[in-house]
């Protein structure tokens, strides 16, 4: 038995043994053009596909293969050349058993990510509680570690399990140690992943509400970790802990060191691995995407909003880049009725920075439409730039038509009364 903290890390990290030989280079620590990230993500992506086995899954150690797996679903869950794989792998976690939460948390997760359901293994996850929080099997002692596993998965239907989140998240909050970060334990030293896993559990929560205080301490103690050469430890480290401080709205340029993606992208190997482990690579591709830029219709309004055919409309929408990337040019579409409906008009998009917003105005001629009708607001329209998230590229608002009266008389609408009039 380990005594050290790494004996407390999750089953990959005991059954992963790799040493890494790094040459020590100068840093520079900016933010990465968007295609070395693609790149990066695609050779990755390659990579990943060549370790999937007969049955679907990934990995080259059996008990590591449903974690493996799960983790390679969520980075390439919607990568279109990794579809047919993606479908298999969760084919596979579909029927696979395992008997721990670490691995039915993730894998439950990846199911529901892939659109599979996941109620059964939701519920089976009470079966690892001990007391107020969750252990790694059913009679072991509740941990950290395994409780925020519990919470990321359980939040997938967060209305049903809204009590036992609460008294999860309790637990976790109480752990919380002085210097903001968690460890395995209640009582053990804080650890940058142990505190990462926990932070990304925190903010995956949306009908709670977590105190500020909570996030702001735990994502200022993951910051202080970070080292010299941009990284927060090992590469596994440093993928979770920067992807936890994004999803917590952590700004890259108060972490010390900048952008942990140029450390990241330089422990990249040959073969477009990361220390030729699948879950390691898996993880920092889920980060490296959260690094890509990501075009939100934020607003659309339209003016005037009822009016008669023939009239000029302006369409006025809002895009904002809420990536941390810049968005090159691209396309605002303005369709009718649906998203990829009949195609109205289009309008230049210009590159914009991370966090920049633009409102775009576009004069809408009504001459050939009638009746009431949504328009669909379509920002990147023809799919010019590669983002963090696709769903909320679009938005739309009502506009209403109403015809002139007929004001035309016939003899057959006129008469007299009275018809002699004296």
Partial sequence: MLSTPQAHRPLSFLLRVSIVLAV?????????????????VDQAEAWLLTQQNLDGSLGAIPELQPVDSAATVLALYDRPAAASAVSAAAAYLDGVAEQNTHFRSRRAVALSTAGLDVSALLASLGGFR?????????????????TAFAVQALVLEESTYLLDIVTLLDDLQIGQRPDGGWGFEIDSTSEAYYSAEVLQALTDVEQL???????????????SRQQADGGF??????????????????????????SPTPYLLAQQQGTGSWDSDVFTTAQVVRVLRDELPNLAVTEITLNPTSTTPGTDVTVAVTITNLGPQPATANTLELRREAADGALLDEVAVATLAAGETVTL??????????GSLDL????????????????????????????????TLFQADLSLSPESPE
């Avoid at 809408?364 to 439409?369: E, K, Q």
């Fill in 24 to 40: 020590a280079m100068p840093w520079i620590f900016t933010t990465p053009a968007f295609g070395q990230i693609d790149v990066a």
């Fill in 130 to 146: 001990n007391g107020a929080g969750m252990g790694a099997f059913g009679s072991h002692q509740a941990n950290v570690l395994d």
């Fill in 209 to 223: 509400g977590i105190g500020d205080a909570v996030i702001a301490t735990a994502s200022a103690y993951l910051a």
């Fill in 233 to 258: 430890g090992s590469v596994l480290d440093t993928a979770v802990a920067y992807r936890a401080l994004l999803a917590a709205g952590f700004s890259v340029s108060d972490l010390p060191f900048g």
């Fill in 361 to 370: 105005e576009i004069t809408l001629d009504t001459n050939s439409l009638t």
């Fill in 376 to 407: 669909f607001a379509v920002a990147d329209g023809r799919d010019e730039v590669v983002e963090i998230n696709e769903d909320d590229n679009v938005d739309s608002a009502r506009l209403t038509l109403e015809s002139d009266p007929d004001l």
